[in-house]
């Protein structure tokens, strides 16, 4: 009996030996499964569905879809962020120190446009984020002398804080930015002259054309249906073919999708770049995607309070219409990587920016040098639709994590603040002045442009410890892996001898059964042998992450992201 046990020892020992020596560093930066803790999180949520612009032009409100839609999201970062567990749609990961089921106001932070049905999709997202609970009153509930206590109305709704910025205020630009921009008016205007706008509008005239009876007849004057109002109709069209069985029936599925790609393409024109030739100026490529270029200097700063100071994290949620979205893909590479990003953003949508470390959670938050930002899509909200993995900044497939030192230069060169939005737009709004005088004066004490930014990040680099493979760890790796494989030797020669004189046929079942349990011990090794994941961030995870982008394959289990 003893000899079998000591069989088996040899058999585990030579796997672990094998194991480990594949897990070894370097070949392994950043080994998957790996437990995280997320700090901190941003959303940039689109508007659900609302009636189409096209025919309530003054009062395009959020319709019961609509609500749905934006409810639905908000219970999807529900279930990611505070309840668990893991669906097909999005894994957990528990955002650190926030209470399950009751709203924290100084913590979930709400910006919304200030359009009815943006701020409507605010309070939906909200509903299913946190829903109507019988709050005690040390969160918030109400007691009543005597015992007892008072429920909130609709069975205990929450309400949380949603800012809206609209009109003279500033903040307006983090999720608007191209709304009040006189230039970007002008440009857009000026797309009416772009050999791209002259072909396209002709090439489609016929297509155009036929719609007019099936769909756009008694609803809009014919001269209006033309590739110059593409987006304005698509949106009418989409939601006719949801509401309305007269158009659901004699609308071909493939005219919608090319109507889609039409007003994709025109809305492109107007937030996106053209690079190439015959492509945008260099002016153009700062103006025109400008609401991309506030937002993300927006999203650089609140994820930075994570980083500079004492502050509990938090979770901030931005709603916005289209031009963000589509700005932010021109800018930071995610259109360039897939040609997806350039065509409509379908109600509902998400983007979200994740910081989060591998270190233990109760050793409180790390310092910016081992804190990690990941970039998330989920497209629509149709069942199914799940929270994705995107490289940012032309990293390449599989490098969809980045540190937040690496994360913090990129946003930076791309961001523009309150001033720069001033100039960048020709001023116009009452607060310019004041920025522009800031702008200016930054500009001449630090001698260059970037560090004059108001209302953006910390303004300098710190201190940077840089965190790579020093010849040091780098010669204990490989002395190592080195050992490893002298262990292995040794331990294959042991057990090979002891096994000459072991005959006992079970025994071999047994190594079978030992080979099969293998799998798990061979991860639960892997995490644990090493902790260096300084460069870049290459898990081997992400390739499985991006292999399953939605509308491309079948649904499989997303569970890295
Ligand atoms: C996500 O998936 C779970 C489990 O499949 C499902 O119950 C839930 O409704 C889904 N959430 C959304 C918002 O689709
Ligand atoms: C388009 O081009 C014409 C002639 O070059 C010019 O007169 C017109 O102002 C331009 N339109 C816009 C909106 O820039
Ligand atoms: C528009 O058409 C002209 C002539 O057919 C062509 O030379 C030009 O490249 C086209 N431009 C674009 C942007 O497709
Ligand atoms: C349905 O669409 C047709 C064609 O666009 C339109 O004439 C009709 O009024 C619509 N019906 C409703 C109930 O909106
Ligand atoms: C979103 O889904 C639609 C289809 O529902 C598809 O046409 C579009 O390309 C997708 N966009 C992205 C960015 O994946």
């Known amino acids: 009996m003893a000899s079998y046990i000591t069989h088996l020892l040899c058999i585990l020992l030579l796997l672990l030996s094998t194991t480990l020596s594949q897990h070894s560093p370097p070949q392994s930066q950043f080994p998957p499964n790996r437990p995280l803790t997320a700090w901190t999180s941003l959303i940039l949520a689109h508007h659900g569905e609302r ?21 639905s999201s908000g219970s999807l970062m529900r279930r990611r962020y505070l309840t668990g567990p893991s669906a097909h749609n999005t894994s957990f990961v528990p955002l650190h120190g926030f209470h399950r089921n009751y709203i924290d106001n100084q913590r979930v932070h709400v910006l919304s446009a200030p359009e009815q049905p943006v701020v409507a999709s605010a309070w939906a997202f909200l509903q299913g984020l946190y829903p109507p609970v019988d709050a005690p009153a040390a969160v918030g509930g109400s007691p009543k002398a005597g015992g007892g206590g008072w429920l909130a109305p609709l069975g205990g709704y929450q309400y949380g804080r949603v800012e809206t910025a609209g009109g003279g205020d500033w903040n307006h630009i983090w999720v608007a930015g191209s709304d009040r921009c006189g230039l970007h008016a002008l440009s857009t205007a000026a797309q009416i002259n772009s050999s791209e706008y002259i072909n396209t509008t002709q090439t489609s005239e016929g297509f155009f054309k036929s719609l007019v009876p099936g769909v756009f007849a008694g609803v809009v004057p014919e001269m209006m249906v033309s590739y110059h109002n593409a987006p304005q109709l698509y949106e009418y069209a989409a939601y006719a073919t949801l509401h309305n069985s007269s158009v659901a029936a004699t609308l071909p599925a493939a005219a919608l999708a090319r109507l889609r790609a039409l007003a994709g393409m025109r809305g492109w024109g107007v937030h996106g770049v053209r690079r ?41 949620l931005l709603f916005s219409s289209s031009a963000p979205f ?35 959670p109760e050793a409180g938050r790390p310092g910016k040098e081992d804190l990690w930002v990941r970039f ?27 540190q937040f030192e690496e994360f913090e230069k990129e946003m930076r060169e791309v961001g523009k603040g309150v001033g720069e939005w001033c100039e960048v737009c020709g001023g116009g709004q009452v607060f310019c002045p004041t920025f522009l005088e800031g702008l200016e004066r930054g500009r001449k004490e630090e001698g260059k442009g970037k560090n004059g930014k108001n209302g953006g990040g910390d303004g300098g680099g710190g201190k940077k410890k840089k965190k790579g493979t020093t010849a040091l760890e780098l010669g204990l790796g490989l ?20 096994q000459r004189r072991q005959r006992r046929r079970e025994v071999k079942d047994k190594v079978d059964g030992w ?9 639960e090794v892997g995490e644990r042998s090493e ?17 399953v982008e939605p509308m491309r394959e079948p649904v499989r289990v997303e569970d890295r992201v």
């Open 531 to 547: 902790a260096d994941y300084g460069d870049g961030g290459v898990r081997d995870g992400d390739e499985d992450e991006e292999g």
């Open 376 to 402: 998330l899509y989920r497209n629509g909200t149709a069942e199914g639709a799940r929270l994705v993995g995107y490289p940012l900044f032309g990293r390449g497939r599989g490098k969809g994590d980045m």
């Open 276 to 316: 190439g030739s015959g492509g945008d100026s260099e002016e153009d490529g700062v103006l025109k995607p400008i609401a991309g270029r506030t937002f993300a200097e927006r999203v650089l700063y609140l994820l930075s309070r994570a980083t500079t100071s004492e502050r509990p994290g938090e979770l901030n």
């Open 479 to 498: 002395g190592a892996a080195g050992f490893v494989v002298l262990l292995g030797v040794a331990v294959m020669v042991f057990c090979s001898r002891r």
């Open 515 to 523: 080979e099969m349990g293998d799998r798990g011990a061979k991860e």
């Open 51 to 71: 009636r189409p612009l096209l025919t309530h032009p003054t009062n395009p409100s959020l319709n019961p879809l609509g609500a749905l839609q934006a409810h």
């Open 326 to 360: 589509v700005g932010f893909s021109a800018i930071s590479g995610l259109a360039d990587h897939d040609a997806r990003f350039k065509g409509v953003v379908e109600p509902g949508s998400m983007m979200v920016f994740e910081v989060f470390s591998h270190t233990d």
